[in-house]
């Protein structure tokens, strides 16, 4: 199969276009499980009634794993905010009410979104086994409602298309307390700017009626689990801090 033009690439995979497809195809390093949790990740939100592009097949191509998907005509949030920083407000504004409706949805079919943290913060080799240990205590205490969770939301997964926001990028999905979800976002956001980190958590918990101390007891764990994906553009000394704050190294 020819892949088409590339036109974005991320921690896990290379996107490209192909007539009106789109080909996601993984790294080498991943197993087939992978695209087959994602596409059946994706396939569970678009039976929400969700705006997620349709799946069209899982498949290999010269060696790799790769999902094909139908191609989503328009812009991603975040280059709409890039070209007009004006308009930073509106978009973030849509964006909340569509994170808000992704959270409306109970998901017992989901991967549980403690379980997926507490294996991610035992992988994180940066952090020592006593921080380990109280992280992961205080996430087996924490009590929530499961809820779908996209687990990677932010403007760049977000592509609207004649007045509609399609949602992207559901490989982390979960079902899973919605303030985590929230904390999420804002730590994505806050590693590029946190003047819109700051309005983000203002909007949704202006919307949500959820206050900051609610999402940021999140924060070390979230933290944390985000050490393990060793994402390059990271700032694991401003992750470390997080954690520090809460949990601070053995002396």
Request: hydrophobic residues 40%; aromatic residues 10%; negative net charge.
């Amino acid at each position: 199969m020819n892949f088409g033009y590339p036109i974005a690439t991320g921690n896990t995979a290379t996107i490209y276009e192909n007539e009106n497809k789109v080909i996601k195809v993984y790294k080498e390093q991943f197993s087939n499980e992978v695209s087959i949790l994602e596409a059946q990740k994706q396939v569970y939100a678009y039976s929400y009634g969700l705006p997620v592009p349709k799946i069209i097949e899982v498949t290999e191509i010269e060696g790799k794993q790769a999902i094909v998907m139908e191609r989503i005509p328009g812009e991603t949030l975040g280059e709409l905010v890039k070209r007009d920083l004006d308009l930073a407000t509106h978009y973030m504004n849509l964006s909340v009410e569509v994170q808000r409706n992704v959270h409306s949805f109970p998901s017992p079919k989901l991967e549980l979104m403690t379980d997926k943290l507490k294996k991610q913060i035992q992988s994180a080799e940066i952090l020592e086994n006593v921080q380990k240990t109280a992280l992961i205590h205080q996430l087996e205490s924490m009590d929530f409602e499961p809820y779908l969770c996209h687990g990677d939301f932010h403007l760049l997964n977000l592509i609207l298309s004649d007045e509609t926001v399609y949602i992207l990028d559901w490989i982390d999905a979960t079902s899973g307390d919605i303030r985590a979800d929230v904390y999420r976002s804002y730590l994505l956001y806050a590693q590029h700017s946190e003047e819109l980190a700051e309005l983000y958590l203002h909007l949704y918990g202006e919307k949500s009626g959820t206050s900051k101390d609610e999402i940021f007891q999140w924060a070390a764990i979230i933290a944390a689990a985000r050490l393990s994906e060793n994402v390059q553009t990271d700032n694991k000394e401003r992750l470390l801090k997080i954690i520090h704050q809460q949990y601070p190294r053995q002396l």
